[in-house]
């Protein structure tokens, strides 16, 4: 492969609370924030709690989902006093740490989540030909070995994109779990932790002129969506995961494996037909 150059990453953002029941991203924003914004060499690291509202009340958001609001047309809507809170602070956070798609936007915006979902450490990017990306999902894998760590691209336009980190020039989302929402469990944090340490030290190895070799990455994509069985009348849930398929996240589903469990004990299997990976949330 011919080499790369690609312009240096001065200016990174830190994101937490985006959702703001996940409280692990909220815990390392707020550490980092008592330090202030930090200059180090190489990068400045801007930190940003993106939905304080909702992180005051431990909530996932207050009306709206803040990650689903950055797309073009919602940046672009007018706000009047019935506008939802998100979308103002959406437009908020477009201003600060962008605007998106300008050249005046963040180098990096990385944001911080939780899932309940047994997934491990799984960086989610919009695009499968982001090398910033890519590199720093290899550096992340090649020294964390505590638990898996993944890649998802959701393969989205920009003027699409809906989540907080696409507003950078280039944009990824760290999500780790199982942790239940509203609580913070020690050995995720400390694993969302080491993940941003090792993501600014490759930042700051890249500004340097270090040169990364190339190569390949196991890469998953989302294909489809399975919704729990539900009600046709009230549309509640009437089932479950599998108990041998909770936790299982990335594991192989095949034609015929237990899919869900129902209230009242009968299992649905997989019909999909080809395999595919599994993610339960």
Request: glycine share 8%; proline share 5%; aromatic share 4%.
């Amino acid at each position: 492969m011919d080499p790369v150059s690609l312009p240096a990453l001065s200016c990174v953002a830190l994101c937490g609370g985006t959702h703001g029941n996940e409280l692990s991203g909220v815990c390392l924003v707020r550490e980092q924030q008592r330090k202030k914004e930090e200059e180090t060499e190489h990068v400045t690291l801007v930190t940003v709690m993106s939905n304080p509202r909702a992180v005051q009340e431990c909530r996932r958001y207050i009306e709206k989902d803040l990650n689903r609001c950055f797309t073009a047309a919602i940046l672009s809507t007018p706000v009047s006093d019935r506008t939802p809170y998100e979308i103002v602070r959406a437009q908020e956070l477009n201003a600060l740490l962008g605007p998106k798609g300008s050249d005046g936007a963040m180098d990096l915006v990385c944001d911080l989540h939780n899932t309940t979902a047994n997934m491990g450490l799984c960086l989610i990017s919009n695009s499968d030909c982001d090398w910033i990306c890519m590199h720093i999902y290899k550096h992340l894998q090649t020294n964390i070995s505590s638990i898996p760590v993944r890649l998802l691209n959701l393969y989205t336009s920009p003027d699409e994109s809906s989540n907080l980190a696409s507003v950078g020039k280039h944009g990824l989302s760290i999500e780790i779990g199982p942790q239940p929402h509203g609580l913070v469990r020690a050995d995720v944090l400390s694993t969302m932790k080491k993940g941003v340490q090792l993501m600014l030290e490759w930042i700051r190895l890249f500004n340097s002129g270090t040169v990364f070799e190339g190569g390949e990455v196991e890469v998953h994509t989302v294909v489809k969506c399975i919704d729990f069985p539900r009600d046709p009348e009230t549309h509640d849930i009437t089932a479950v995961i599998h108990p041998q398929l909770q936790d299982q996240d990335f594991c192989l589903l095949r034609q015929g494996d237990p899919l869900f469990l129902s209230f009242s004990g009968e299992t649905e299997v997989y019909r999909g037909g080809a395999p595919l990976s599994s993610l339960c949330e």
